[in-house]
């Protein structure tokens, strides 16, 4: 049986102002960052933490983030390059449901999705002040529909070759042997962040947006982006504590310092 593997899959980047990213800190002024997905080759399948931004989504809905992203950095083209097809995915699980977390899910046909419940929950029915973030609703195609009813929109016959089954999970939980998702709700109502333990180094600790980078943990600041700010606070203490108890080494969400460091592609972690 072959170790467990962990690859990032580069998916372009996006523009927020600095005051999103500090909230109530700053400075302000545009900030570039990453985003990307994670792929982690287990004995039990492939898993994807995280599909990244849908390029045509992003232009349509949010064209003020400049998105940056070719061709190889779409999740079907990151596949490629390792040698592996869409259909080879078998689980994706969502950290939480805002567009440049899951843009990439449609095109991952064959996978089971995992999310914590009150995540799904949310992305149907959320706060008017999440909207944007909630603005991709591809990744369940029941829901968009539901939205949709009533507007004059054409059909997207896409969407309809992609029909997800959903595994909705709560509490913090071993998904497959080395491979854990810890509660860290705040940024969202469902939010998950994702550890793995590897043979050969230290846990790897994806914050996903409970911290988007090294800097908001130094500063014990979050971003602007939040359904609660005190349990985001709490979710980023609870993130420095779990990678102190295991020793495990955190991995930011949106970091473009700290993602130039990181092995991508077929550089993968063992
Ligand atoms: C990158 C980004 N842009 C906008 C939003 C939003 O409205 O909620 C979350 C979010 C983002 O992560
Ligand atoms: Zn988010
Ligand atoms: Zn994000």
Not at 68 to 84: E, F, N, S, V, Y
Not at 210 to 229: G, Q, R
Not at 236 to 249: F, I, Q, Y
Request: hydrophobic share 35%; charged share 25%; proline share 5%.
């Amino acid at each position: 049986m072959s170790d467990t593997k962990v690859y990032l899959l580069d998916g372009g980047t996006l523009v927020i102002d600095g005051f999103h990213v500090f909230w109530n800190r700053g400075p302000g002024g545009e900030v570039r960052f990453p985003c990307y997905a994670v792929l982690i080759e287990h004995k039990d399948g492939y898993y994807m933490f995280d599909t990244g931004y849908d390029f045509d989504h992003v232009m349509r809905v949010l064209p003020f983030e400049k998105p940056i992203q070719d061709k190889a950095q779409t999740i079907p083209g990151q596949l490629a390059a390792l040698g592996l097809k869409t259909d080879d995915i078998n689980y994706v699980i969502n950290s939480h449901y805002h567009f440049d977390h899951c843009g990439g899910n449609k095109h991952l046909h064959k996978a089971c999705t995992i999310c914590h419940k009150k995540e799904l929950e949310a992305s149907a029915n959320c706060q008017p002040f999440e909207h944007l973030g909630y603005s991709d609703l591809t990744f369940a195609p029941d829901i968009l529909k539901k939205k949709n009813a009533g507007k004059e929109l054409p059909p997207d016959p896409a969407l309809d070759m992609f029909t997800p089954k959903f595994e909705t999970v709560t509490g913090d939980q071993e998904i497959a042997k080395g491979i854990h998702l810890f509660e860290t709700p705040g940024h969202t109502a469902g939010h998950y962040s994702l550890m793995v333990e590897l043979k050969n180094r230290r846990p790897m600790l994806f914050t996903a947006d409970a911290c988007y980078t090294k800097k908001n943990m130094e500063m014990m600041c979050i971003s602007s982006f939040h359904l609660d700010p005190t349990e985001s606070v709490k979710s980023m203490k609870r993130l420095k504590e779990l990678a102190e108890k295991h020793d495990a080494e955190l991995f930011y969400s949106h970091d473009l310092e700290s993602f130039k460091g990181y092995q991508t592609g077929a550089n993968y972690y063992s």
